[in-house]
């Protein structure tokens, strides 16, 4: 689940981080008076749950509380990557000498937290990733014993040659980490970390995303979720208890668990294709699953073909069939289905699909093939 800035900032403050001031207000009246009571020059930011917000236009200074007053008329309301700003966070501005990035991510290659600085702070960091790597220093933590002060401070050290400064940095990479475990994040960022000329630190951005997993463990921050940040299909999906992923094909794919979502996406690129999105209904499907499940599919309109395919242990090849054909007894899919179901009580779900006009297959290879061909003939 992807937070806010602000919600981040908040985060990081419980933990210790240096977080300069700041409000959020939802009309420009209050980004005057927010001013006012932080004072001195402030920073007004939209919040959206988008990157890019300062090239949109979505980032301005002001020096006084009548110019936050106006930036903040100018932002609200704003589109950045179709998300519209609603709310702008007014924070304390900070004089900048220099900018570093630090980040944590969950790895899956060394199945660790790997925590990243870089002196190339303040900037698109994942442009830096892609055309120069060797900017940004990772070090794998043992999620047991956690970041040592020691591996902090060589951290720190590799952007901060200042002794006092170095130390200060070690610091907030320490509360950074405290705060990406004890908030189960699968992604933690401060960018930038500022110095200040006068030798201060600060966190003046920060990011988070929170692993969907564990946030029966954090009402907290569950309640912090903004539906307008989700597009339609992420809602429904979210609402169905069904796991979405939207990708930029055009094959469908409604599938039970995870590997055989990523074997079937797999397959489709292995025959010419191109997967529309990952898309789970779980291990305990039910006809409304199926249901919720083909109204995002085809809610697409980059989807020409629909691929059903179906692994039935804990889920009856039944309930799906059920599902599907009560789906389109009441909304007619507007491109073509392939069904494949097999395991528990897959007789039963042919039996089902021969009533009604689908292509069904026998094997995945089949199943793939049939979709991928509808999809490119229908393109």
């Not at 979505?58 to 110019?67: I, M, N, Q, S, T």
């Not at 007053?69 to 709310?87: Q, S, Y």
């Not at 699953?289 to 691929?307: E, F, H, P, S, Y």
């Not at 009604?356 to 094997?363: G, W, Y």
């Amino acid at each position: 689940m992807k937070i806010h800035e602000h919600q981040a900032r908040d985060i990081l403050r419980r933990h210790g981080v240096p977080v300069p001031a700041h409000e959020v207000v939802s009309d420009a009246e209050e980004a005057g008076r927010a001013a006012a009571r932080i004072g001195g020059l402030v920073v007004v930011k939209a919040q959206v749950h988008a990157g890019g917000r300062g090239k949109a236009g979505g980032v301005k200074l002001a020096k006084d509380p009548a110019e936050a007053k106006a930036k903040a008329a100018a932002i609200l309301g704003m589109e950045i990557k179709g998300l519209t700003v609603r709310r702008v966070l007014v924070a304390g501005a900070v004089d900048i000498e220099r900018e570093y990035y630090a980040g944590i991510v969950v790895d899956r290659a060394s199945k660790r937290p790997v925590i990243m600085v870089s002196a190339a702070g303040g900037v698109d960091i994942e442009e830096v990733a892609r055309t120069t790597p060797e900017k940004i220093v990772k070090v794998p933590v043992d999620p047991e014993r956690g970041l040592a002060p020691a591996e902090a401070s060589r951290l720190a050290s590799v952007v901060e040659e200042r002794a006092a400064q170095a130390a200060a940095v070690a610091d907030v990479l320490s509360k950074l980490y405290e705060a990406f475990v004890g908030a189960d994040c699968s992604l933690a960022e401060i960018n930038p970390l500022v110095v200040t000329p006068s030798g201060e630190v600060w966190a003046v951005d920060a990011k988070m995303n929170i692993d969907d997993n564990a946030l029966f463990r954090h009402p907290d921050i569950e309640a912090l979720r903004d539906p307008s940040g989700e597009t339609r299909a992420e809602a429904l999906a979210r609402e169905a208890g069904l796991s979405y992923v939207k990708l930029d094909g055009n094959v469908g794919c409604l599938v039970n668990g995870a590997g055989l979502a990523m074997t079937t996406m797999d397959l489709i690129k292995y025959y010419g294709g191109e997967p529309a999105n990952f898309l789970d209904i779980g291990g305990s499907s039910s006809p409304e699953k199926v249901m919720a499940a083909l109204d995002i599919i085809t809610g697409d309109g980059n989807v020409r073909a629909v691929l059903i395919n179906i692994f039935g242990g804990i889920t009856r090849c039944d309930d799906v069939a059920n599902g599907l054909v009560r789906a389109l007894a009441s909304r007619p899919a507007p491109v073509p289905i392939v069904a494949r179901l097999t395991g528990t009580n897959e007789a039963r779900a042919r039996e089902i699909l021969a009533e009604h006009e689908l292509v069904t297959a026998e094997t995945m290879d089949d199943a793939v093939q049939k979709a991928v061909a509808l999809a490119r003939r229908a393109a």
